[in-house]
């Protein structure tokens, strides 16, 4: 905790992000946090995970909100710039012809109907010269768990959420929860109807997901 103190941490951007506008730096950093602690998992099954609770994947961050189980690290989702543009593009999905051998050979393939027919997938992305979130953390230790991160978003191996460097300066503010004029900067717990949302990493996971007031 002695080392921990107000930061911004910005990402320099390449290419356009495919995320919502939330983006959390903190599931961001957990990825990495435990592949430094677990190794690379070759097989994982949607849904599921083989992290379970208490087995060590604390990050950097202190932790903020209520003392049971809807905390959450004092750390702000994406914060992006007035430049920012929001776009969308497709890729087209098709059959891999080189796995045809193992098809009947006395079948036709067709791939302008049916099971096979290339079609259009869309996808929707945020591009900008920069992100940047807030956070109370230890400076050092989010820098060396940054500098494994190379992209941001998914569909990174097509080359989108290329980043081209990390950037964590201190800040005379917490502007973790809360920003400037009071604005929120997170989803943030509360008690009855709420956004359900999740509040940390692994954000997909139920156990994580609660009634949420929401940024914007």
Known sequence: MNNYQQLRVRAYLQTGVISD?????DGILYYHQVRDIMGEQFIS??????????????????????????WFYHCSFAQ????????????????????????????KIRINAGTYKAYHVNIYYRHAIYVEWYCIGDKQELENLLRFCT?????????????????????????AIRGPGGRLMRAVPVRGDGFLYGIRPSYWNPRHIFPCKMPG
Not at 49 to 68: C, M, V, W, Y
């Open 21 to 25: 506008q939330f983006l959390p730096l």
């Open 151 to 175: 992209h941001l978003g998914k569909k990174t191996a097509q080359g989108w959420g290329s980043v081209l460097r990390w950037e964590v300066i201190d800040w005379p503010e917490d502007w």
């Open 45 to 70: 099954k949607p849904g599921e995970s083989n992290i379970r609770e208490g087995a060590g994947i604390t990050l950097p961050i202190i932790k903020a909100g209520p003392k049971d189980d809807s």
């Open 80 to 107: 992006w710039p007035q430049h920012t543009v929001e776009d969308n593009t497709f890729y087209v999905k098709r059959f891999d012809l080189s796995l045809s051998g193992m098809l009947d050979h006395n079948k």
